[in-house]
């Protein structure tokens, strides 16, 4: 049995003055056992997630919906909720960003933190049968997505206790993800997937560099490999959507791995 993908097309969020499209994803027998609670993961680009009709690259989308249903089968994974959130469109750099920059702008992840935290999650919890507790709350995307899963990550361990971080934009404003990491001082670390394409070096600006400088501080502020990091440099891969797609499964596997008794 497939699961089940359900379009909202009028989130409306007062931090971010508007309305935002979700579509959320409910594993194979939700509707059935009416009992069962489960752990949530809250994905960045949402027209990127399930859809290559709203994909940012037409017919190229991460298949999440396929994946997840795949693994379910095999039993390689506990069953979660997706919550794919549509970006701002033009004003996504502004919304993924934790600071503005002179030449990019930027800077407004405030906002889109207050609408997770303070009106997402709550909503969430009070129409669908989610675990409470960041150890069942997950944060991922790509690029600045993927940045933005991170900064949140870092600054609100409380909320979000596990995190994708897949080609994360390190680079921006002279890679301030790595301040935010310095300045990391909590008892609890997320669970954190970080990856980036061997072919991803060259552009934007350096990104296989920065992100293995990440890991190594990640690693110096007591991260374990294994255990609460998994890092992976894709061989050949790009900076596309093609390219997390085809690492979701790995992610997935990682951050919701099966447990063998319930």
Same mark, same amino acid.
Do not use: C
């Given at each position: 049995?497939?699961?089940?993908? !359900?379009?909202?097309?009028?989130?409306?969020?007062?931090?971010?003055?508007?309305?935002?499209?979700?579509?959320?994803?409910?594993?194979?027998?939700?509707?059935?056992?009416?009992?069962?609670?489960?752990?949530?993961?809250?994905?960045?680009?949402? +027209?990127? @997630?399930?859809?290559?009709?709203?994909?940012?690259?037409?017919?190229?989308?991460?298949?999440?919906?396929?994946?997840?249903?795949?693994?379910?089968?095999?039993?390689? @994974?506990?069953?979660?909720?997706?919550?794919? !959130? #549509?970006?701002?469109?033009?004003?996504?750099? &502004?919304? #993924?960003?934790?600071?503005?920059?002179?030449?990019?702008?930027?800077?407004?992840?405030?906002?889109? %933190? /207050?609408?997770?935290?303070?009106?997402? @999650?709550?909503? &969430?919890? /009070?129409?669908?049968?989610?675990?409470?507790? %960041?150890?069942?709350?997950?944060?991922?995307?790509?690029? $600045?997505?993927?940045?933005?899963?991170?900064?949140?990550?870092?600054? +609100?361990?409380?909320?979000?206790?596990?995190?994708?971080?897949?080609?994360?934009?390190?680079?921006?404003? +002279?890679?301030? !993800? $790595?301040?935010?990491?310095?300045?990391?001082?909590?008892?609890?670390?997320?669970? !954190?997937?970080?990856?980036?394409?061997?072919?991803?070096?060259? %552009?934007?600006?350096?990104?296989?560099?920065?992100?293995?400088? $990440?890991?190594?501080?990640?690693?110096?502020?007591?991260?374990?490999?294994?255990?609460?990091?998994?890092? $992976?440099?894709?061989?050949?891969?790009?900076?596309?959507?093609?390219?997390?797609? /085809?690492? %979701?499964? +790995?992610?997935?596997?990682?951050?919701?791995?099966?447990?063998?008794?319930?």
């Amino acid at each position: 049995m497939p699961g089940e993908l !359900i379009t909202v097309e009028d989130f409306h969020s007062i931090a971010l003055a508007g309305k935002r499209t979700l579509v959320v994803y409910l594993p194979p027998g939700y509707r059935r056992d009416t009992r069962r609670r489960y752990p949530v993961l809250y994905m960045h680009d949402g +027209q990127n @997630i399930f859809d290559g009709r709203t994909s940012y690259v037409p017919g190229e989308h991460w298949r999440l919906k396929e994946t997840a249903d795949h693994l379910l089968e095999r039993r390689r @994974i506990e069953p979660l909720i997706i919550v794919a !959130i #549509y970006h701002a469109g033009e004003h996504r750099v &502004m919304e #993924y960003t934790p600071t503005r920059t002179r030449k990019l702008g930027g800077g407004g992840i405030a906002s889109h %933190a /207050a609408m997770l935290t303070k009106e997402l @999650i709550p909503w &969430m919890a /009070a129409r669908y049968r989610t675990l409470p507790h %960041a150890r069942h709350t997950a944060l991922g995307g790509s690029s $600045l997505g993927g940045l933005a899963a991170l900064f949140l990550g870092l600054t +609100q361990p409380g909320v979000f206790g596990r995190l994708a971080a897949m080609s994360p934009s390190v680079w921006w404003d +002279q890679r301030v !993800i $790595l301040r935010t990491l310095e300045k990391f001082n909590h008892y609890r670390r997320p669970k !954190i997937w970080l990856d980036i394409g061997t072919e991803e070096g060259a %552009a934007p600006f350096g990104a296989v560099r920065d992100v293995r400088l $990440l890991k190594a501080m990640l690693v110096s502020k007591g991260w374990r490999e294994g255990r609460s990091l998994h890092y $992976l440099e894709a061989e050949g891969a790009g900076h596309s959507e093609r390219s997390w797609a /085809a690492r %979701a499964p +790995q992610m997935l596997e990682w951050l919701f791995p099966r447990k063998t008794a319930r």
